[in-house]
């Protein structure tokens, strides 16, 4: 696989892993608060706060790879930009 399909494939793991982090959070904030073990909400923010955490450790990864895979066009801009002195 090339490097621009292998960019495809990043850009949309992480582009859904970056709406499950989205939905997952903002369902698990707007739940009701407060209760506990007992509670039937309690067991639904668990797995919320879970699937939530996975999220952001794949979208953490999936987002370093997507750096690593533009890397070349990071480094070109940053020396055309003058920020980064070139060799």
Avoid: C, D, E
């Amino acid at each position: 696989m090339n490097g621009g399909g292998a960019r495809w494939i990043v850009n949309g793991v992480a582009f859904v892993l970056f709406i499950l982090l989205l939905i997952t959070g903002v369902t698990a904030w707007l739940l009701p608060h407060g209760g506990g073990p007992a509670s039937a909400v309690y067991g639904v923010r668990q797995v919320l706060r879970a699937v939530h955490q996975i999220s952001a450790l794949g979208f953490t990864v999936t987002i370093v790879v997507h750096l690593l895979l533009h890397a070349t066009y990071i480094r070109q801009n940053l020396i055309r930009s003058g920020l980064m002195k070139g060799h």
